[in-house]
DNA sequence: TAGTGGTCTAGACCACTAG
DNA sequence: TAGTGGTCTAGACCACTAT
């Protein structure tokens, strides 16, 4: 541990830097597991409280993951599915491949999806605000978790004013068939023309942390994504939570005038 | 603290929930400043180790923020700055004003620039994947720190092959002038056709936290910005890192064929 | 059963802020 | 000077994983 002639940093810092040094210098690697924290007490010669404030650090800073009972292990680096504005192609979804499955396998990942809900919600204010509705209106809502090489990295609720709904059954079934959602929509005679999406950063809640199986210290995106008509109504807001060490957003446009 | 007859959850994250659900109902209400840690531990019966986990759970959530010697308080909500492909437009910049500042102020922010650096540096692999050439080529490098109501909230650098700078020399200058950089580089005879943002999640590492001067647990976006002319070519990489709790992107695009 | 990380206590002392 | 949060110790006991 490089202590400096006046090194005044806190020990579980300079414990969590000797043991960051080591990751980053390939000491230990990805998957490898550190010495235990009775063993880096005795190596670095302070108490296990003191290890376990570096240990935490480190989970803070993503570096780290702790499993009871087994050890503390180097964090390999999840592999992102890239988010980009191609995956909306219509001659993609239009043509009946399932649009999150192929997209996935496109980036060589394999993906899944599962449902957690489905069925009438009083709307929340997020989407409400951008159906040009109500808070509270009744609406219909797909609620699924999306899954990545079989961790769950995405949690996509999607919502439709309850006219739409009706319009479009398919909507109401789990399995919207080929092309998905969209493709359905269309054929009802609607026309998807326009597609808004927000994104914020934040730290997961505790739910959320639990049910995307989140290493402490990983971020999540919160995706807000509307489709718009060609008159501008829009047809579906979907409020995505998604992990922050698998995705990467890509956009590309013209320099607008 | 709603103790349920069964609730096995530990103490720490018992006492860190009730805390929470008293901040979600305004019970402490945002820049407020909460019990001592020693009052915390009389009212839950429960040792200061405890508190201090607590309060260390819930800073992780960005809920908290506590100074030494003063105390703990609930956070306050920073202001964010609308990121979105509008504030690229051409009539915007290519008019003369200052295209951050008049970006901040359409959102009712005051935002200012501080530059870091401006030199030439070896080619980081990220800039100059994106360039095309060659990792370590020497190439010109503007580092600057974008301040919003004077909190810092973005590192930006902004690269250029060499040759580029040498035909552009306003980009050599600390201040580039009305609309900026990319005015003067179309002035130069280059044409700003398609702009690639990616944007990605992480944990800001120690000096970026000090930097940004960012509270724990707030996330940072990494966003590579890519500059093409009309033909594809490549005239600047911008890498910059953004304060996760200052900022919000925005994007609207055609649904693609 | 042995070994790992997780929770919790009681208490000493330090660093910073405010009046 | 008093009061705040931060660091650190020593040790007890629990929960989970492997063998």
Redesign the interface.
Same mark, same amino acid.
């Given at each position: 541990m490089s202590t400096g002639p006046t090194d005044a940093r806190p020990l579980q810092v300079r414990v969590a830097d000797d043991i960051r040094a080591k990751i980053e210098a390939g000491e230990y690697a990805p998957g490898q597991q550190l010495p235990t924290y009775d063993a880096l007490a005795d190596t670095y010669l302070c108490s296990l409280a003191v290890v376990r404030k570096a240990a935490?650090l480190l989970k803070?800073?993503?570096l780290l993951i702790t499993v009871q009972g087994k050890g503390t292990f180097v964090r390999e680096r999840a592999r992102?599915r890239r988010h980009g +504005?191609?995956r909306?192609?219509?001659?993609r979804w239009s043509s009946g491949s399932a649009i999150l499955v192929a997209e996935a396998a496109r980036q060589g990942l394999e993906a899944s999806q599962l449902m957690r809900f489905l069925g009438t919600t009083p709307a929340p204010a997020a989407a409400a605000e951008r159906l040009g509705i109500e808070t509270g209106t009744p609406v219909h809502v797909r609620r699924r978790t999306t899954l990545i090489d079989g961790r769950p990295n995405q949690l996509a609720d999607s919502y439709y004013e309850a006219a739409l709904a009706e319009a479009v059954p398919a909507l109401k079934e789990e399995d919207t068939g080929p092309g998905g959602g969209f493709a359905r929509i269309e054929e009802a005679g609607y026309r998807?023309?326009?597609?808004?999406?927000?994104?914020?950063?934040?730290?997961? +809640?505790?739910p959320e942390s639990a049910a995307l199986q989140l290493p402490?210290? +990983?971020?999540?995106?919160e995706l807000v994504r509307t489709?718009y008509d060609p008159r501008g109504r829009p047809l579906e807001v979907m409020i995505a939570v998604i992990a922050?060490?698998m995705?990467?957003?890509?956009?590309?446009?013209?320099?607008?005038?």
């Open positions: 935490d803070q800073q993503g992102a +504005t191609d909306y192609s219509r001659s998807l023309a326009r597609i808004r999406e927000e994104i914020a950063l934040r730290m997961p +809640t505790g402490e210290g +990983t971020p999540v995106a489709v922050g060490d995705v990467a957003f890509d956009y590309d446009f013209p320099v607008p005038d």
